[in-house]
């Protein structure tokens, strides 16, 4: 007997040891390789090397590209930096339910299968030491044992692996680190991010024209590869064109995010099953959220709980907001209409307080966008010279300069009328009206984002699948106000090896009819001027403008390719006078540098401040000729004033006839003195008119009685001499009737 018991213990000893060290080198194998590969899976194109993941980081934000930072380990020690960075990468949350997860309890079961498979209680129950102990007991000493064998240890963790949904994001590798290097492996970092997070790295200044915000963004979109498989548009509204949108000094990223946010825009990610990408989804209303089961709001207990898929530690958190948004602009096209606009979408609403007043949001109308035919630039169809409402008299498109005097002193002629360079903004009549972009429009979107922002909850969650955009209900939640749920801002979570994936959230509640906006980003301001040049056709000789006297500019900035004389929006030219018809203004021809100033700083509202000398244009006035003041034409049309002390002159001069009017000191081309007084001359004919008088004399009189003998000349005697020198011209009289003359001068100097 004591030989079988020591028998017994030996062989019992040796089935623990087996057991227990099969149990725990399944359960560590299954733990490695089981929940370090398939709770996180992280797959890299191109890489072979296998990685464990350790840790999970992840930041995803409403409006913004995510991103989540991971840490793992490779048994590959070398791993390279072209291995990761830009390469597209996926990573999968894997909860236990999922394929991957399956494997693990499989790979564990059988890791203790194995053991078992060639039960050593079987060989223990023929040795003989037992066969001489069944014989001498009824009941056989190893069925408490064989009940052990019967319990499999991963059963648990089967059941609480068998409840979950995955998670899977697509995205490309931007940050790559190496943290440490041991004898087994090497641990590593990455950052996963949405593909539009490479926008980030192209920074641009651009011009776009006659698109709309939309259009814009798809436009840039495009430019970076993305197809109609990559973005979706879930758009309520229809955005009209906007005359001029620039990009200045802006990541495509940010340029993107600001044009959809100044229009209410949000944008949000979601995963395409059947492609197996990103994608973008861009909306303007509540049913653009992603509509996701029910949550359940439960606290959890313990370190485990079942698996289940809650959210817990939920606050609420308020603030008075504006009662109403005041919005104002300025449109020089229709310079008497109102533009002054206040909206409160919540009149109501005892928690605002206060006005929020915008200025400056950049439209047209107050209730329609501008595009509506109601006479503001209603030049479009004009050609150049057809101005005014047909009231040329008042504008200068006539050169008539006849002898009657009448002179309509008209220098735009229609020279230019083979050039159709009337104004073209606000094309897009066509597409008006709906309000969109308008002042009241602007100032509801802003009061829309206000009140999106009164209330905000905070929440943990264990569910891996929750993303900024969802719209979903909490069952069970204390918390007022949210029956009809919550949409996801901004979601942060963190999971590791051995624990879950956990997540905070903020969310706003949702409310129908009343969509989230995004905070308007503030566009780049340009401080100063910008360079660019007067542009035309066809290289005009003289300058091409529209009907209200604007000119077209290519910016030196801008790197797009246009056709000549469209390069940019009609632009209007600072003058220091102006005024209803009037004011002071010299054409500016293709070619000519100008300095483009910009209204309140806004990129997309620019004018011509001035027009500058260059290299290829130098100066008429220089070191060479400091004392002159010259005012001179492309066809050499001049006034000049110099002002060298003692040597003072003018000279007003045309090409034409070469007729000129020089007045004090006269100087000829090498400026030598040629003499002094005054000189009129001209290469055709001449003509002097006075309807009242003409007086001529070789007398100098002080300056202040000149006037008095203009206005004092006796007609009388100026008629009598008049009809003396008539009279002897039709009679052939002999010119001593000419003696009486000297009675008329004695008569004109008692005068």
């Known amino acids: 007997m004591k030989y079988i018991e020591d028998s017994m213990d030996k062989g019992l000893t040796n089935l623990v040891n087996q057991l227990g060290n099969g149990l725990s080198w399944g359960l560590k194998q299954g733990l490695v390789n089981g929940v370090g590969h398939n709770r996180y899976t992280l797959n890299i194109d191109g890489l072979s090397a296998e990685v464990s993941i350790l840790q999970v980081e992840g930041n995803e934000q409403l409006n913004q590209p995510w991103h989540y930072t991971i840490t793992f380990t490779s048994s590959d020690k070398q791993l390279s930096v072209e291995s990761f960075l830009n390469q597209n990468a996926r990573l999968s949350f894997n909860p236990a339910n999922s394929s991957r997860l399956s494997d693990f309890t499989a790979k564990g079961l059988n890791a203790l299968n194995s053991l078992t498979s060639a039960n050593p209680l079987d060989a223990l129950k023929q040795s003989e030491p037992l066969k001489q102990l069944d014989k001498l007991k009824q009941s056989n000493p190893l069925d408490s044992l064989n009940s052990l064998t019967q319990l499999n240890p991963l059963n648990s963790l089967n059941s609480l692996l068998s409840q979950g949904s995955s998670r899977t994001l697509y995205g490309v590798i931007t940050q790559f680190s190496q943290l440490s290097v041991s004898n087994d492996e090497a641990r590593y970092q990455v950052v996963l991010s949405s593909q539009l997070a490479k926008l980030a790295l192209s920074h641009n200044c651009a011009i776009f024209q006659n698109q709309s915000v939309i259009s814009v963004v798809e436009e840039v979109l495009r430019g970076h590869g993305y197809t109609g498989i990559d973005y979706r548009l879930a758009l309520k509204e229809q955005y009209p064109e906007r005359e001029f949108i620039t990009q200045w000094q802006e990541s495509d990223l940010e340029f993107i995010q600001r044009l959809l946010a100044d229009v209410g825009v949000y944008f949000r990610f979601e995963t395409h099953g059947e492609h197996n990408c990103d994608v ?9 959220y992603q509509q996701v089961a029910d949550i359940v709001y439960k606290q959890p207990s313990g370190t485990l709980d079942n698996g289940v898929e809650s959210v817990w530690d939920i606050t609420l958190h308020s603030q008075m907001v504006e009662a109403s948004v005041q919005v104002q602009d300025y449109n020089y096209r229709d310079a008497q209409a109102n533009l002054l606009g206040n909206v409160n979408s919540q009149q109501k609403d005892n928690t605002t307080y206060g006005t929020d ?23 479009t169809n004009n050609n150049n010279g057809d101005d005014d409402d047909g009231n040329s ?7 008539s300069q006849g002898s009657n005097g009448n002179s309509n002193d008209n220098d735009n002629n229609s020279d230019n009328s083979g050039n159709n360079n009337s104004s073209d903004i606000d094309r897009n009549q066509a597409n008006t009206g709906n309000g969109v972009e308008s002042g009241e429009w602007y100032a509801r979107i802003r009061h829309e984002h206000a009140i999106s922002r009164q209330i905000v909850i905070r929440g943990k969650s264990n569910q891996a699948n929750l993303a900024p955009g969802q719209h979903i209900r909490i069952k069970g939640s204390a918390i007022a106000g949210i029956d009809e749920g919550v949409m996801i801002l901004t979601v942060q979570g963190q999971g590791n090896r051995s624990e879950a994936y956990e997540l905070s959230f903020t969310a706003i509640p949702y409310q129908p009819l009343k969509p989230y906006r995004p905070e308007p980003i503030p566009f780049p301001t340009i401080d100063g001027t910008l360079p660019a040049r007067v542009t035309s056709p066809n290289n005009d000789t003289y300058g091409y403008i529209d009907t209200q006297g604007r000119y077209r500019v290519k910016f030196n900035f801008d790197l797009k390719e246009w056709r000549n004389g469209e390069e940019s929006l009609w632009l209007r030219l600072a003058k220091p006078y102006a005024g209803s018809t009037y004011g002071f203004h010299f054409p500016l021809i293709d070619g000519t ?16 401040a001035h027009a500058m000398h260059d290299s290829q244009h130098p100066d008429h006035v220089t070191t060479i000729n400091k004392h002159r003041n010259v005012i001179r034409t492309p066809a050499n049309n001049k006034l000049r004033m110099d002002d060298k002390r003692g040597q003072e002159h003018i000279k007003l001069a045309t090409e034409y006839g070469k007729t000129q009017l020089n007045i004090g000191h006269l100087v000829d081309q090498n400026k030598e003195q040629r003499g002094e007084g005054f000189e009129l001359r001209t290469d055709e004919w001449g003509a002097i008119a006075a309807n009242k008088g003409l007086y001529i004399t070789s007398q100098t009189e002080p300056r202040h009685r000149v006037n008095n003998w203009i206005c004092k000349v006796p007609l009388p005697s100026l008629k009598m001499l008049y009809q003396l020198l008539k009279h002897c011209k039709m009679q052939q009289l002999p010119l001593k009737p000419m003696a009486q003359i000297p009675t008329v001068k004695s008569n004109l100097k008692r005068h």
């Open 593 to 608: 540098e100008v300095a483009v100033a910009f209204t309140n700083g806004n990129p997309d509202r620019p004018y011509i």
């Open 393 to 399: 008299g008042d504008i200068d498109t006539d050169d």
């Open 357 to 379: 007043y915008r200025y400056d949001e950049h439209y047209k109308g107050l209730n329609t966008n501008g595009d509506s035919n109601n006479g503001i630039d209603s030049d």
């Open 280 to 288: 973008m989804v861009i909306s303007d209303y509540e049913q653009g």
